[in-house]
Nanobody, 120 residues
Framework: QARLVESGGGVVQSGGSLRLSCAAS????????MSWYRQAPGKERELVAT????????NYADSVEGRFTISRDNAKNTVYLQMNNLKPEDTAVYYC?????????????WGQGTQVTVSS
């Protein structure tokens, strides 16, 4: 059974850093485009960052460009999101996604989310 498990969220002061991890199992991780999304209270879920299957290309939302870095380790079936210079507006539940937002299993999967709270 496919599974994505996020970790690394928490409470941090403005300007601080966090590193999120997403461990995948039950599917061939190395062939999937991986993404991080986030959803703040009262707002729609938004794409934060995407990385191609081999890690050769990444893409970021304008709001996080230059502050966040997405990476992956296909040997460990894990994707990461390094978040630096965090701002209060980065507060949200962060979700890991495999395969894109439009399809469901077995073509795409979501994690359960991890809370990130940035205090001012």
């Amino acid at each position: 059974q496919a599974r994505l498990v996020e970790s690394g969220g928490g409470v941090v002061q403005s300007g601080g850093s966090l590193r999120l991890s997403c461990a995948a199992s039950g599917f061939t991780f190395s062939i999937y485009i991986m993404s991080w999304y986030r959803q703040a209270p009262g707002k729609e879920r938004e794409l934060v960052a995407t990385i191609t299957s081999a890690g050769g290309s990444t893409n970021y939302a304008d709001s996080v460009e230059g502050r966040f870095t997405i990476s992956r380790d296909n040997a460990k079936n894990t994707v990461y999101l390094q978040m630096n210079n965090l701002k209060p507006e980065d507060t949200a539940v962060y979700y890991c996604n495999a395969g894109g937002p439009l399809l469901g299993p077995p073509y795409a999967f979501w994690g359960q989310g991890t809370q990130v709270t940035v205090s001012s």
